[in-house]
């Protein structure tokens, strides 16, 4: 508060001196001091004010220059760019199977729309899928927001930016992208417009996805995966099938490498494919899966000893029980061994050998290696096995077969695996297991047994219905199956699920890789023939050759003596020479 | 702009007797004012669904009108001045009286007048007349013992605060009462009623505290920001974090997107954000240059009215000021007030343009006492 007159501001001062003050005679008696007492007052006023201000200053620099001043948590107001709410999903080596990017929404504020005929023209010309007629309509409308178009890219974003119509405007808003199509369509599964999971692991782990940053790794393998697809999709289409499905487990910890189920869809967009594509073979679809059944019928009967590998049945005649008859496809006609029913895939010899064994046990059997009931996997689609509702002698003998019992692919496999490790069943699981913390298994079989059955199953493949599923220095070892589909009340002949389960190196179980189609067509190649051994065993065989590598394992010499003693199977007799000879 | 000294024109005496920096601050202020309610109140204006440039058209058709009448009103002299705030005075306490029966209902008060193309809020107006009514009372009293100034200023204020608390607007029944004491004080008030007047203040501001909750509750949310929903300072206060030193930019601010009144009671706040804390402490200089320079010219002042009625309307014009910044700084409970010349507001613009037209004409230079 300066006291100085400002100099130039008195027009009647002289240019030559200072005059005395010019204003009025300086008052005297009480009116001079009570201006004098109002100016003292005047001066603590202007110093209370002064101060304010300086508080209000030093506050401005507290807050702004130290970002700290209120000890209060310093909140970003949010500019732009939001963090994605929902983890990655990636396969077994990292490779992205499921992500979230910003995907703005356009909307529009029709009261703000100078020429709404002239807007909704320029935006269907960029964003072409809209109907102009639609647009007008949401655009001429009295109401002050309306949706536009959802989850654009950012390159429409920008396409729509540069018309620079006032009026528009975006939403942030978040879209699932499945990078890898329809490879993982039934594995991944998607998620709906509010990104929330509706199939597969984006369902069943909706929460666990929303919840973390870090990517959540599967057990899948991009490469196998695309390999075995590849595989199903050549032969549906050599065989003109309705469908296809396959899954590779590592026999060892129960994780799932591969799992395909065609025809498929695309996640990106599901609502394009017709809604049975949706359906997971693989895990929803169970199967009346035939002759594959007979390794757990041979293993049952081995491992509750009621006969062995030199052991053997009648299978010259078929069997009458009630109403049905079981005859052979394979028809040998004669007495066969346990080695020989397995190999030519003998339903009368199967029955008789799950008769010998008894339901009951059979019962018991089936359900230690989990057949029985719904298995419990990450996926949401998940379906029971159909089971008969009375479990007489002659159920017993089909299901010794693979007849009158329904599972799905899922379950063979765990259950095959258990079959060829030594006895251990792990349970199926599409999440990558930790390095250093084995699967838990429980045993539920004999190691004996194992060994035993990994001698058939490479017997199928050496010299029986399962030839064309070899694979030169991979040893599969594995069994065919052909049902006929269940239509109606009986069978129909002509449609057919045939598959080929196997297991790779059957010396030493690593993979178990199992195809199936269904509805296949014979053609000339196959001399008419629709069965597994024709149709799913060449999947596999290629399916091994070219995946074998990718997971470790080298070729062997087949021929060589310590895997051929190791292998070895003595087949009784005439029957014996017969088949050495061909 | 040149005049010869000697010109004796009307507009030459008032350029070479008004306080020219202090017009050049308030014309800053104005600037800043401008910048900010394009930058904030398109936002608002879109929020609550009118067009964007709503606010804007208003404060720039209103700036002009407040300008002139500062202006024309600075050319006026001390014995003008009070005609004019006595006729002022007496037309807004009529206005007011008639918001509370013919009023227009915002918020739950009664402080509008709704005249065509325009609503007015009397108030605005009874401010800067009553400060300089109760001045000349004061004065008047002073110099002619006999007559009852004191008791008739008294009277009067009793009378606008009861009209002011009936609204009910308590923010400007404090800046009426702040503004009436300091008055009263530079008068000659005895140090005996300066206190037993200050515990009365406290003792009002409890009663408010006690009587009125929603009072109650922006007190308590100061002193506690747990207590209740503090989301518009915390908004303020993230904007002065987020603008630093140098601001974002004007426009560029997020604040304005969430708080209610970016354009009016948090102007200020979009301008820690946009401007940055240099351009604040250069906002927060002008008001404070503003006010201290008038009172040091009030210091060579003879005229008691003239000393009176300046400091009114400058406290006023101060504490508005401080009250507006220090509740978007967090300093104290959220107030609505209009920072000076920068936040939207029709009737506060008008009413600043009165009050500080008479303000600088109280404060030019005078040579014989005009007004004895």
Same mark, same amino acid.
């Given at each position: 508060m300066s006291k100085t007159v400002p100099r130039d501001e008195n027009p009647c001062r002289p240019r030559h001196f200072r005059p005395g003050p010019?204003? *009025?005679?300086p008052q005297e008696g009480p009116a001079k001091h009570s201006l004098e007492m109002s100016h003292t007052r005047l001066i603590i006023t202007g110093a209370l004010l002064g101060l304010a201000f300086l508080v209000i200053g030093a506050r401005l620099v507290e807050v702004a220059g130290f970002k700290a001043g209120d000890g209060r948590q310093v909140r970003a107001v949010p500019v732009g760019r939001i963090e994605a709410s929902r983890a990655d999903i990636v396969d077994? #080596?990292?490779?992205?199977l499921a992500t979230t990017l910003a995907a703005p929404s356009l909307y529009a504020n029709p009261k703000q729309m100078l020429d709404p005929r002239d807007a909704a023209h320029k935006l269907v010309g960029v964003?072409? =899928?809209?109907?102009e007629g639609e647009v007008y309509a949401k655009l001429a409308s009295d109401k002050s927001f309306v949706w536009l178009k959802r989850q654009l890219t950012p390159r429409q974003m920008a396409a729509v930016n540069r018309l620079?119509? *006032? /009026?528009f405007e975006f939403q942030d808003e978040e879209k699932r992208i499945y990078p890898q199509g329809n490879a993982f369509a039934h594995v991944v599964g998607f998620a709906g417009? =509010?990104?929330?999971?509706?199939?597969g692991i984006e369902r069943g782990f909706d929460d666990v996805l929303r919840g973390r940053k870090q990517p959540l790794e599967l057990a899948v393998d991009l490469r196998v995966q695309a390999i075995l697809r590849d595989e199903i999709v050549k032969q549906m289409t050599q065989f003109r099938a309705a469908g296809g499905s396959g899954i590779i487990m590592n026999? #060892?910890?129960?994780? @799932?490498l591969a799992l395909v189920s065609l025809p498929d869809f695309d996640p990106n967009d599901? /609502?394009?494919? *017709?809604?049975?594509?949706? +359906?997971?073979?693989?895990?929803l679809g169970t199967y009346e899966? /035939?002759? @594959? +059944?007979k390794i757990f019928t041979t293993a049952m009967a081995l491992d509750a000893h009621v006969?062995?590998?030199t052991g053997g049945y009648d299978a010259s005649h078929p069997i009458q029980i009630d109403r049905f008859t079981i005859h052979d496809d394979?028809?040998?006609n004669r007495w066969l061994s346990v080695p020989e029913i397995f190999m030519y895939s003998s339903n009368i010899g199967a029955a008789k050998m799950a008769l010998d064994v008894g339901g009951d046990r059979q019962r018991e059997f089936l359900g230690r290696l989990g057949l029985l009931k719904a298995p419990s996997f990450e996926l949401p689609e998940i379906a029971a096995p159909l089971l008969p509702s009375v479990w007489r002698p002659i159920n017993t003998m089909t299901i010794g077969f693979g007849h009158g019992i329904s599972v799905s692919p899922l379950q063979i496999a765990s259950a095959v695996g258990a079959v060829v490790n030594g006895g251990r069943l792990y349970r199926a699981t599409l999440l990558k297991s930790p390095k250093d913390q084995p699967a838990t298994a429980t045993q539920v079989l004999s190691a004996g047994t194992s060994v035993e059955l990994r001698k058939l199953l490479r017997l199928v493949v050496e010299k029986g219905?399962?030839?064309?599923a070899e694979a030169p220095g991979y040893l599969v070892g594995g069994k065919t199956g052909t049902a006929e589909k269940v239509s109606g009340k009986g069978y129909n002949t002509k449609s057919l699920i045939s598959s080929f389960a196997g297991v790779f190196?059957?010396? =030493? *179980?690593?993979f178990f890789v199992m195809i199936s189609i269904d509805e296949p067509h014979g053609d000339k190649a196959s001399f008419g023939y629709a069965t597994g051994g024709w149709v799913a065993a060449p999947g596999v065989s290629r399916t091994v050759s070219r995946m074998a590598s990718l997971v470790g394992i080298q070729p062997v010499d087949e021929n060589s003596p310590e895997i051929r003693r190791s292998l070895l199977v003595t087949l009784p007799g005439p029957a014996g020479r017969k088949l050495a000879s061909n | 702009m040149t005049f010869a000294?000697?010109?004796?024109?009307l507009t030459a005496q008032w350029w070479w007797t008004v306080d020219r920096w202090s017009i050049l601050a308030i014309l800053a202020l104005v600037c800043f004012g401008s910048l900010l309610v394009m930058a904030a109140s398109p936002a608002v204006a879109e929020r609550i669904g009118t067009d964007g440039l709503h606010f804007v058209r208003r404060y720039f058709a209103v700036l002009p009108v407040a300008l002139a009448l500062m202006f024309s009103i600075s050319l006026l002299s001390p014995r003008a001045v009070r005609l004019l705030a006595l006729a002022g005075f007496s037309l807004a306490l009529v206005a007011l009286a008639y918001t509370l029966i013919g009023g227009v209902e915002i918020k739950g008060a009664r402080r509008w007048i709704d005249l065509p193309g325009l609503s007015l809020q009397p108030s605005e107006f009874v401010k800067p007349c009553f400060a300089v009514v109760t001045a000349w009372l004061f004065a008047q009293n002073r110099v002619?013992?006999?007559?009852p100034g004191k008791w008739i200023a008294i009277i009067l204020y009793g009378i606008v605060v009861g009209l002011l608390i009936r609204q009910p607007d308590l923010g400007m029944t404090a800046v009426v009462s702040a503004v009436w004491f300091t008055q009263f004080f530079l008068a000659g008030l005895s140090l005996i009623w300066v206190v037993l007047l200050l515990i009365a203040a406290v003792g009002g501001l409890a009663g408010a505290y006690l009587l009125l909750p929603h009072v109650a509750s922006r007190i308590d949310r100061f002193i506690d !920001?747990?207590? &209740?929903?503090s989301y518009q300072v915390d908004r303020s206060m993230d904007a002065f974090m987020n603008g630093g030193?140098? $601001?974002? &930019?004007? $426009?560029? $601010?997020?604040v304005k997107l969430f708080l209610p009144d970016a354009h009016a009671d948090f102007v200020f706040a979009v301008a820690g954000e946009e401007l940055g804390l240099i351009v604040c402490l250069i906002i927060v200089a002008l008001f404070a240059f503003v006010v201290l320079r008038g009172f040091s010219r009030l210091l060579q002042e003879h005229n008691l009215f003239v000393v009176l009625a300046a400091t009114g309307l400058f406290v006023q014009f101060g504490l508005q000021a401080i009250v507006n910044m220090a509740s978007s700084l967090h300093?104290? !409970?959220?107030? $609505?007030?209009t920072l000076p010349?920068?936040?939207? &507001?029709g009737s506060s613009m008008l009413a600043l343009g009165l009050g500080m037209g008479m303000a600088l004409a109280l404060t030019r230079r005078r040579f014989g006492d005009a007004d004895a």
């Open positions: 010019c204003g *009025p005679a077994r #080596n990292g490779a992205l964003l072409p =899928d809209l109907s620079g119509i *006032p /009026g417009i =509010d990104n929330k999971g509706q199939a026999v #060892n910890t129960g994780e @799932v599901p /609502g394009a494919s *017709p809604a049975g594509n949706l +359906f997971n073979r693989v895990t899966i /035939g002759s @594959v +059944f006969t062995s590998m394979h028809a040998q219905t399962g030839k064309m190196p059957i010396n =030493d *179980p690593r | 000294r000697t010109d004796r024109s002619r013992p006999e007559f !920001p747990a207590s &209740g929903d030193l140098w $601001g974002k &930019g004007p $426009g560029e $601010g997020t300093l104290m !409970p959220t107030k $609505g007030m010349f920068i936040s939207y &507001g």
